[in-house]
Structure formats: structure tokens, C-alpha cells
């Protein structure tokens, strides 16, 4: 009897010292979301790893004023694309958890942090996008470069989103700075701006708008512009031949996470081979691992005139750039 009771009490002991690992793992995860095509990206991340995910859409820089507001209290697992600048800021205000992914290996060192604290899942640009219907209605051509959206004709036709709150738009801001040199950048901007009515405060809101017909020119992420045209809208879109601002969309897990496991869990997955591919599928930004086939209109994005870009750089700027900004064009 006694050796009965031994092997029960074993067997009892066994299913609850089952590894936290793998329980944590199986449990679902929460996540915060700035990125196309997440849907059947993430049916396919649980069908593969059969750990379910709640998300929440939200531009990288609300989510970064939300950690703020919470002290850096984590309001979810992990982090989803979004703007690069925002994943620096809470690295440094250690709102994030260092994770080295074995997939890691596979990348570059450009496109994730040395220490652990996000990595780089794909790459996405800045692109002009028309509405032909109202172009033509007010006899004004599509722009071409930035410089054509200063043109007096333009005069409330051009829309575009804050870089306070759309990572996708401070990727423009920064990028333009960078090439351009502050004091060319900063006129520039001041230019555009004369034709600009507002800044809205979500990234894919001036592509919309646009797409309606409630304006002839939207300043627009490359992924959102051939979102709305698989929707059946007709639209017209150039690469700025001035040069054409980029980002990384990254992944990172939020320090004090209720299910770090699965957090890792995902990073792991999307910087795999089969999470790489599966942002081919669903997504028009590019993946960033080698070796991944690319849709036509997204491997002509990648071989545009990419400005050139210190990500690293711009992340640390933002705080700066973004009083400045605030400084001159905030009234809108």
C-alpha cells in the first residue's frame, strides 16, 4: 500500500513539476499591433505553435505613451511592428525584456539590437500615393518627389499623419533630416507643411481618406497603398525620386509579460524561415531574412532609391526631433 501511495503521489508530483516553459507557452498571449495583414499571420503563428493570441491595433507611438502612463507596467506580452524609433525609446526606459532568438543568427546586425531588445521582421517605405479621379477633376499632376508637394497648386491637397504618434511618419521626418542635413530638412518640411490642412493622428488615415476621394495626395506607408488597391480602389503611387524613407518593422517582448515564454515563443517564429515566409504571403512590407521570394511589387519597393538611414540614430533623436516638430506644426 505504502508503495501505491508512493507511485500516485509521484505521478501527482510529475503533472504539476510539468516545466513552466511549456505551460507558459500553451497558454495564449497578448500583443500589441501595428502592422498589415496580421490576421492570417497570426492563425498560422497558432496553428504552428498552437498558442492563441488576443492583439490590439495601435500605432507604436500610442502604445509607447500607454507604457509611460502605466509607470512600465506591461500591458501586454510582446510588440508587433510599428515604428522602429518607439522600440528604442522603451528599450532605453527599460520597458522591454532582452531576448536573442537562435533564428537571429540568419540576419544582419543592421536590422535587430546587439543586447536583445527587438528585432527587425521586415522592412517597409514611405511612398506618394494619388487619387487619379480628383488629380484629374483639378487638373494637377501626381507628384513625383517631395519637393513637387511644396508646389502652391497643392494647397490642401496634400494629407499626412503626426510623427508624434505614427512611427511610419517619423521614419519620413527622420529619414529626410538625415539626407538632407537638419537645416535643408527642417525648410523642406516647413514647405510641405503649407499644403497640408491637418496631421492625422493614425499612419494609414491620409491613405484612406485619400482613397475617397477627400483629398488628390496622401503621404502613405507602401504597404497600406497596396492594401487599397487589393480592395478594388484606383490609385496611382511613386517611389519619391528624391529619395524614398524606410524602417524596420520589429518585434520585441515587453518586460514583466504574464506569458514571456510565449512571447519568445513568437519572436522565434517570426524570424524563422516559416514565420519569414508567411510575412511574404500576408503582408506587402518585405521580409528581412534572406533567402525569401518576393512579390514583384514588393522586390521593386526594396530596389527603390532607399535614402540612406542610421535607424539606430533616429531612435535616439526622437524625443528631440518630435519637440521640434511640436515646436513648429503643432497647432495642426
Request: glycine share 8%; charged share 25%; aromatic share 10%.
Amino acid at each position: 500500500m505504502n508503495l501505491f501511495k508512493r507511485v500516485i503521489a509521484g505521478i501527482v508530483m510529475f503533472f504539476f513539476l510539468i516545466p513552466s516553459v511549456w505551460a507558459a507557452e500553451k497558454q495564449g498571449i497578448s500583443i500589441f499591433i501595428a502592422y498589415t495583414g496580421i490576421k492570417p499571420i497570426l492563425e498560422t503563428f497558432t496553428q504552428d505553435t498552437g498558442i492563441k493570441v488576443d492583439y490590439l491595433e495601435m500605432s507604436s507611438g500610442e502604445v509607447l505613451t500607454r507604457i509611460r502612463a502605466a509607470k512600465g507596467k506591461a500591458q501586454a506580452d510582446a510588440w508587433f511592428g510599428g515604428g522602429l524609433d518607439s522600440f528604442v525609446a522603451a528599450a532605453e526606459e527599460g520597458f522591454l525584456e532582452a531576448y536573442v532568438s537562435p533564428e537571429r543568427e540568419a540576419y544582419d546586425p543592421m536590422f535587430y539590437n546587439e543586447e536583445g531588445f527587438w528585432s527587425g521582421i521586415s522592412l517597409g517605405s514611405v511612398v506618394l500615393m494619388g487619387n487619379p479621379e480628383v488629380l484629374a477633376a483639378k487638373k494637377l499632376m501626381m507628384p513625383e518627389s517631395w519637393e513637387d508637394l511644396t508646389l502652391p497648386v497643392l494647397k490642401n491637397e496634400v494629407l499626412m499623419s503626426t510623427p508624434a504618434v505614427s512611427g511610419t511618419f517619423y521614419s519620413m521626418v527622420s529619414s529626410i533630416l538625415q539626407t538632407m542635413g537638419d537645416e535643408k530638412g527642417w525648410e523642406l518640411l516647413e514647405r510641405i507643411d503649407a499644403n497640408v490642412p491637418y496631421y492625422s493622428k493614425r499612419g494609414a488615415e491620409p491613405a484612406n481618406k485619400v482613397s475617397i476621394g477627400e483629398a488628390g495626395v496622401a503621404v502613405a506607408p507602401f504597404d497600406t497603398v497596396l492594401r487599397l488597391r487589393q480592395e478594388g480602389h484606383k490609385l496611382e503611387m511613386t517611389f519619391p525620386k528624391d529619395g524614398v524613407p524606410w524602417y524596420i518593422a520589429p518585434v520585441a517582448v515587453f518586460k514583466g509579460a504574464q506569458n514571456p515564454e510565449g512571447a519568445k515563443a513568437l519572436v522565434d517564429w517570426v524570424l524563422s524561415e516559416r514565420g519569414q515566409e508567411t510575412l511574404a504571403k500576408c503582408t506587402t512590407q518585405a521580409p528581412i531574412r534572406p533567402g525569401i521570394t518576393l512579390e514583384p511589387e514588393v522586390q521593386a519597393m526594396r530596389d527603390s532609391n532607399l535614402m540612406k538611414l542610421d535607424v539606430v540614430k533616429a531612435g535616439h533623436a526622437r524625443k528631440e526631433i518630435l519637440e521640434l516638430w511640436q515646436e513648429k506644426f503643432g497647432h495642426k
